[in-house]
């Protein structure tokens, strides 16, 4: 190890100054942090490989993260503070070709045409080929000379083809390089789902979305910029079949910044009178919106304090038509700790809530108006465990090495079990009594099979596809038919 030197910056407001210590940093010969303590004293520690990789950080509460490296300096193994241990196989050209969680399940990527997740190098400029996941279900891309996409494949075999325009045509909106088509395979026919059109500078000009499969139903987006193509000034949307329109206008000020964003359109369902609703922006020196105005007049403010923290919530309600005249709210107030994080909040009767946060940051008690006292406690990687109550009532959470949420057990030692799927999908619920309700879904995650407590028990009836609801999905993964218990059938 070589031997560090110290070094501090010392900020206050904000501000680097050398009066008042907020956070402080070391350094090694090397020039790579050491370790750091912020304003309470809460240092993290990091350790180093000869080749400056990060190898061990140590937390504030002793948690330890531990990386491994290849040859060619590419992660292989990340050891959790859970114990959770995550591996990686990486190609010769140091891409990541496959990842393992920390319960065994197998993720693997291909960088080459041919969709090898082998460790050959890629052919295909680093682009991601292939996608399979731990089921063996795949996500294929195709890309052309340029990198963009022009297929995929979805998990489910569907799949979406997009153009572009090879030459450019400023009348007609074509602009070479930039997206033309959108289309699906639906059944062995190519149907265009979108069509888009371009400015000379790059900028939309018209999004056409076609709404059917025969393309007469269509919705049309059209987008108007400024003279120098920087700031959307209006959007304007309509659709065969009917004469309504809707509109976006945008106002800026000469740095850029949105004043103004106007929707106009019909009154009601049933009332087509046009109206125009405008919502108003104001800004401090910073660019951060300190005060909205929505359309019926009522004000929100924003205060901050030095460091950009939200210090003040106000609310100004109109009380008559008289433009100056308000009724003003004091909404909340916020108090922060030395490490900027909230330590109490006065609400607008002037009840004080209280926050306390362990070495990590984690909140750790609550303290309400009254004085009641609700306690966390957080895992070695920073997930809530227990919540114990004003009255001292427990409820545990447990987790698996995945980060899944596996077991919750109340005050009264009733626990509810989850279980999961190879990607992280809930796939059944267990309550205290035994009652189970499962899950099941397709290759694309779409929700397709649940079977209810009663049904799974044999009390209640299941649908001719041995569920409670069954559910199917079109090409674009949109709900198309839902089959429910008794085999009543909805189509979307």
């Not at 079990?417 to 619920?429: C, E, I, Q, V």
């Not at 090409?475 to 085999?487: G, H, S, T």
Request: charged fraction near 25%; include cysteine; glycine fraction near 8%.
């Amino acid at each position: 190890m070589d031997f560090f030197v110290p070094e501090r910056y010392i900020y206050r407001n904000g501000e680097l100054s050398f009066r008042s210590p907020q956070c402080c940093f070391r350094y090694y010969r090397n020039n790579k942090a050491f370790d750091y303590v912020d304003a309470l004293g809460n240092t993290e520690t990091l350790d180093y490989d000869l080749y400056r990789r990060r190898t061990r950080v140590t937390d504030p509460r002793g948690g330890v993260r531990e990386y491994s490296y290849d040859v060619n300096g590419a992660l292989t193994k990340l050891l959790e503070p859970d114990g959770a241990i995550l591996s990686f196989e990486n190609t010769i050209d140091g891409l990541r070709r496959s990842k393992t969680d920390g319960i065994g399940y197998t993720t693997r990527y291909s960088y080459r045409f041919d969709r090898n997740p082998g460790d050959l190098p890629s052919d295909a400029k680093g682009q991601v080929t292939l996608e399979q996941d731990p089921f063996g279900h795949t996500l294929e891309v195709d890309y052309d000379p340029y990198n963009q996409p022009t297929r995929i494949r979805d998990k489910n075999g569907n799949q979406q083809y997009i153009t572009y325009y090879t030459i450019s045509d400023y009348v007609t909106g074509a602009l070479a390089g930039k997206r033309q088509h959108i289309q699906v395979d639906l059944g062995g026919t190519l149907v265009t789902l979108e069509t888009w059109t371009w400015n000379a500078n790059g900028t939309p000009r018209r999004r056409i979305q076609t709404l059917d499969t025969t393309g007469t139903r269509k919705r049309f987006t059209d987008y108007t910029f400024d003279a120098g193509g920087l700031n959307l000034i209006g959007i304007r949307i309509s659709a065969t079949g009917t004469s309504d329109i809707i509109t976006v206008d945008y106002t800026y000020d000469a740095l850029g910044r949105k004043l103004t964003e106007t929707t106009t359109r019909r009154a009601s369902a049933t009332d087509a009178t046009q109206v125009d609703l405008t919502t108003h922006y104001q800004y401090d020196a910073l660019d951060r919106i300190i005060k909205t105005t929505d359309p019926l007049g009522t004000i929100t403010e924003t205060v901050y304090d030095q460091n950009g923290k939200v210090r003040q919530e106000k609310i100004y309600y109109k009380v008559s038509d008289d433009p100056v005249t308000y009724d003003t709210r004091i909404i909340a107030t916020h108090a922060y700790d030395g490490a900027d994080r909230r330590t109490d909040t006065t609400d607008m009767d002037g009840n004080v809530t209280r926050f306390r946060y362990d070495e990590m940051g984690n909140l750790i008690q609550t303290i309400d108006a009254n004085g009641h006292v609700t306690r966390y406690e957080f895992d070695a990687m920073g997930r809530r465990v227990a919540t114990i109550d004003a009255n001292g009532h427990r409820t545990d959470t447990e987790y698996d090495l995945a980060g899944n949420m596996v077991r919750i057990t109340d005050a009264n030692d009733s626990a509810t079990s989850f279980a999961y799927d190879a990607l992280g999908r809930k796939t059944s619920t267990t309550t205290a009594l035994g009652n189970q309700t499962l899950t099941g879904y397709d290759p694309n995650g779409n929700v397709t099979h649940i079977t209810d407590a009663n049904a799974v028990a044999g009390s209640q009836p299941k649908n001719n596809q041995g569920v409670s609801i069954f559910r199917e999905y079109d090409e674009m993964n949109r709900l198309v038919r839902e089959i429910d218990a008794q085999n009543g059938e909805t189509r979307y």
